[in-house]
């Protein structure tokens, strides 16, 4: 149930009057004739899905989008999968994103504490039309793939905007990935090229990457180029020794002929051609690779930075995310609102976890993005930026990654900053983008996602189909959006689309996710729908447990699981809890009767777990989310597929053969 009735912030009437949302809503009331100028949240979000036509052209007016519309914005809106959005357009997704080629800010990068820089957007352009000449000349063209095993520097940025440019796809992994990891996922799509590192800092200490590069090129015979990027392996400097690496040149050599180039020739493509290949977190098989088209992406992040997020002109947008993570993605499209895009590579926890908020206040962040996880572990250890940062551009927190609890809420106004917009915000790589996150003109509840996202018919629905408020259900979406994905690569019939998103009620999108509508049309994420528990037939979201047993200082983190109960009977579950200790701390019976006392008072006895045991670790996926179908599978004696998916894979042996659980 939703924590409060009383909002914990709300914004002033003359920051509402200058935001991005109240301009869009008195011009597309004008274009269109409608009273949305003094119109609520509520009710443009209802024209928004009731008059999509209305509201899609509106956002392409309004986000100024570079290309040609047609006269249909949507053919057989009803059907999803089906639906073709803007059948008639042509545009370029690079191009949008370069409209600018002045000597302002396009980017500002931190690697760590080890290397800062900086690069105004005419020298992004030029970067861009180097590399996009570099391409062409090795026979580069429109569909073929092009891969990138970066870290979040500006050369994965300029990669990207390269080979959108062409009309050719991008899909990228983090370094931090395994040989097996990164063949498991570009292997599936055959990439042409693929533009890798020779390193990258992590917490100060240097990880060496050309023995990886060099077997991933090794066994993946589709690869005509190996460009290696210097950053900080043995190619620092600008030097390094590719000879291991197969078809390997180093990033100077690659564009040597092509210095001199100060023109980009975009390819202006229909809207539905594919610009991304994303991967799910393949915790559960091989990654299935979700194909993303241009003009979708391109739409619902403008939509979402200008509208819901309040994303103007020189505005600093970060995110602390990897190129592995959608939310890279979502910020790089940052440039097309015209906003300098601060990227940051490395752990945050440098400095005891102030990096980023000295980033904030070297850079005049006005968006700070980063993950649940994060600001839980910040108040931990009790950080207190308010007192030691100044962050007087910061206007706006998201969270995403996992669910913010309400106390997350508290520490952010308590300990961050008082007047600013946080937006928990969720969605997913299904979508690059979100189904539920901020509304800057409108209030925040103290353990609640703002908002259905504008365009997106939202939902909740009970396991008979029907829309519930106040309970817990699946969270859907009724209609088709522009943003839906293509479909998954190697799928021709869509069987494997259709049953991912589509098999669980006919012609809606059930996203996978256990989630509640409240009494304001904010939302709570419990987590995900396949990880609920369900002991004794009632449906439990693990984000409940761990909101409580989390509060305690004792524990830096926990994990939750359902185990067949008793052994071989399918039909009933017993509540497992793993907990993460404090250094030097142990698990004794004073301190799991805490943990069940509070879990108690503050849920039901159906969430109190039957068993509490310590592990000194939790695995989790490149992007920081916990596995808990993974560790219910190592608990149940199961096969966990493509571990390389996990940051972490040794974490899994701490779950295995617990005596503590058999018998």
């Known amino acids: 149930m939703s924590t409060s009735t009383a909002p914990i912030w709300r914004p002033s009437a003359k920051r509402i009057a200058g935001t991005r949302l109240t301009a869009f809503m008195e011009a597309a009331g004008k274009r269109w004739n409608r009273r949305l100028a003094s119109a609520d949240y509520q009710l443009l979000h209802a ?119 062409i009309g050719a796809i991008f899909s990228s992994a983090s370094p931090d990935f395994g040989v097996q990891g990164v063949v498991d996922r570009f292997g599936q799509i055959e990439p042409k090229l693929l533009f890798a590192c020779d390193g990258y800092w992590y917490n100060g200490k240097t ?23 210097p950053y900080a392996g043995n190619a620092a400097g600008g030097g390094g020794d590719f000879a291991a690496v197969k078809r390997g040149v180093s990033l100077a050599d690659f564009l040597a002929p092509f210095v001199g180039e100060r023109e980009i020739r975009f390819e202006r493509l229909p809207f539905d051609h594919p610009l991304y290949i994303m991967y799910s977190s ?50 790089v499209t940052g440039l097309a609102s015209g906003a300098t895009l601060m990227l940051y590579d490395g752990s945050p926890f440098v400095g005891r976890g102030s990096i980023l908020f000295d980033y904030a206040d070297a850079e005049r962040m006005t968006h700070f993005g980063t993950s649940a996880k994060f600001i839980d572990a910040i108040a931990k250890i009790a950080l207190k930026p308010r007192r030691t940062h100044k962050l007087e551009q910061l206007r706006a927190m998201f969270s995403t990654g996992s669910p913010l609890v309400a106390e997350a809420f508290d520490y952010v106004y308590n300990n961050i900053k008082q007047d600013v917009q946080l937006a928990s915000i969720s969605g997913g790589t299904d979508i690059i983008s979100c189904f539920v996150l901020g509304n800057p003109n409108g209030p925040v509840h103290r353990g609640e996602i703002q908002c259905a996202g504008l365009g997106m018919a939202v939902d909740v629905l009970d396991d008979g189909g029907r829309p519930v408020r106040g309970e817990k259900g699946e969270l859907v979406c009724t209609r088709s959006f522009p ?49 609920t528990l369900n002991p004794g037939g009632v449906r439990i979201g693990t984000a409940e447990i761990y909101r409580q047993v ?45 943990i069940k006392q509070v879990i108690r008072d503050n849920t039901t006895p159906r969430h109190v777990p039957a068993k509490v045991l310590q592990v000194v670790d939790i695995p989790r996926t490149k992007s920081g989310k916990i596995v808990e179908l993974a560790v219910r599978n190592v608990v149940h004696g199961h096969a966990v ?23």
Not at 313 to 318: A, E, N
Not at 483 to 508: C, L, Q, T
């Open 641 to 663: 597929k493509n571990v390389e998916a996990l940051a972490n894979p040794e974490a899994l042996e701490h779950f295995r053969d617990r005596t503590e659980l058999q018998g």
């Open 207 to 229: 990880i060496d990457c050309l023995g990886k590069v060099a077997e991933i090129a090794a066994r993946m015979p589709s690869l005509q180029r190996v460009v290696v990027v």
């Open 483 to 531: 943003v839906m994905p293509i479909g998954f690569w190697n799928d021709a019939d869509g069987s494997k689309y259709h049953a991912a998103y589509f098999e669980r009620f006919a012609n809606i999108w059930c996203h996978g996710d256990f989630a509640e509508r409240t009494v304001h049309d904010g939302f709570i994420i419990y987590g995900r729908s396949d990880a």
């Open 47 to 165: 024209w928004s899905i009731e008059h999509p036509e209305e509201f899609w052209a509106s956002v392409w007016e309004y986000g100024e989008v570079r290309g040609e519309m047609g006269s249909t914005v949507v053919i057989d809106r009803q059907k999803m999968p089906g639906a073709k959005w803007f059948p008639e357009a042509r545009l370029n997704f690079a191009e949008n994103l370069l409209r600018r080629r002045d000597d302002a800010d396009a980017l500002v990068f931190w690697g760590e504490d080890k290397v800062k820089g900086r690069a105004s957007h005419a020298e992004l352009y030029r970067a861009v039309a180097q590399t996009a000449a570099a391409l062409r000349a090795m026979g580069v063209a429109r569909g073929d793939r092009v891969a990138a095993y970066l870290p979040n520097l500006p050369a994965a940025l300029v990669a990207m905007l390269a080979t959108a440019s």
């Open 282 to 331: 393949g915790t559960t098989g091989v990654p299935k690779c979700i194909v993303h088209c241009a003009g979708g992406a391109l739409l619902q992040h403008i939509k979402e930075h200008q509208l819901q997020g309040d994303v103007q002109v020189d505005d600093r947008l970060f995110y602390f995310t990897t190129c592995g993570w959608m939310m890279w993605n979502w910020l």
């Open 550 to 594: 989390e509060k305690l200082g004792e524990v830096i983190e926990s994990l939750v699981i359902g185990q067949d109960w008793p052994p071989g009977n399918s039909g009933d579950v017993r509540v497992v809890l793993f907990v993460k200790l404090r250094d030097e701390l142990g698990l004794d019976e004073v301190l799991i009767s805490r």
